[in-house]
DNA sequence: CAGCACTCCTGTTCGC
DNA sequence: TGCGAACAGGAGTGCT
């Protein structure tokens, strides 16, 4: 399931074959994602050439041209491959963006979370404006955590999880980053001291960075641009390890559920 | 506004 | 062995 990392290394993979590339043909098996593909979207696309690609929490975008933008999420299912055009589309290989290159984007998603948009004015968009900042943009440290939780009743968990707090916190790094930090997930947001907020914003860092310096997690099925897993998963201390030792205090792992999520910790490492 | 529950969907896992 | 039920979850939406 794409998180943060996962969604930058999809990024890192199909830029060298996106960026600058000019645009075919768009081809859509199935529209009906988390919003339907917009109907007239091949009007914005073909002929047109792709910018360089950003990401913005869990969208990827592609400038298109001078007259817009493609937002792509991949939901939690979705993955972005480069593929040779003539290659028989798989079930749920839902579209292509074929390149003049020779190439093509081709984007697969089982369980149609994802999305793809297209905006003239992608920093404005409804999707994009309210996000909270980047977890390595400088105005995210402990500080912007601690004064954004007070008076805040809900878990720590839920608090991080909030992309309005801050984006690319999903599932899995949330129990992690908490591992990290010492925080049990269940404490409420509001209560939690400043010191512990600067460890916890580190932590939220350094899982993100050393999961992206692995190519991502992969738990079921997620493939990064090149349809390759992620490795990040055999470094996880908590996320799925319910009644497995801690790897610190050998403790067994917990879980509970937290606003319908699995949430993992130590009891003893956690508090 | 804060804090929930609900919703979308299909592949996988589980219980009988 | 086969079947249906439960489960997984990102994040927007809508209700209290």
């Not at 074959?17 to 859509?28: C, H, N, P």
């Not at 403790?251 to 999520?261: E, G, H, I, L, Y």
Request: hydrophobic share 35%; proline share 7%; with cysteine.
């Amino acid at each position: 399931m794409p998180e943060l990392p996962e969604v930058e290394t999809t990024l890192r993979g199909i830029s060298p074959y996106v960026s600058q590339s000019q645009i075919k043909q768009l081809i859509v098996r199935e529209s009906r994602l988390r919003w339907p593909i917009p109907e007239d979207l091949s009007q914005h696309l073909e002929g047109a050439t792709i910018g360089v690609p950003w990401r913005r929490g869990k969208y990827l975008l592609l400038p298109i041209g001078t007259s817009g933008t493609l937002m792509i999420h991949l939901g939690m299912s979705g993955s972005l491959r480069i593929v040779d055009p003539d290659l028989a589309p798989r079930k749920h290989d839902h579209v292509d963006l074929v390149l003049e290159s020779g190439r093509a984007l081709r984007f697969h998603d089982p369980r149609r979370f994802g999305c793809i948009l297209f905006t003239e004015t992608p920093r404005e968009h409804p999707l994009l404006r309210d996000l909270g900042p980047e977890p390595f943009d400088t105005v995210f440290d402990g500080r912007f955590l601690y004064r954004q939780s007070r008076k805040r009743k809900t878990s720590v968990k839920a608090f991080i999880m909030d992309s309005h707090m801050v984006v690319g916190v999903g599932n899995i790094y949330a129990s992690e980053s908490l591992f990290a930090a010492g925080i049990s997930p269940t404490r409420a947001a509001g209560n939690i001291s400043l010191a512990r907020y600067e460890r916890l914003a580190q932590a939220i860092q350094g899982v993100l960075s050393a999961s992206i310096a692995q190519g991502g997690t992969t738990l079921r099925d997620f493939v990064n641009a090149t349809g390759n897993p992620g490795y990040f998963r055999q470094t996880l201390n908590v996320y799925e390890r319910e009644g497995e030792l801690c790897r610190v205090c050998e403790t067994p792992v917990k879980m509970a559920r937290q606003a319908q999520r699995a949430t993992y910790w130590c009891p003893h490492c956690q508090s």
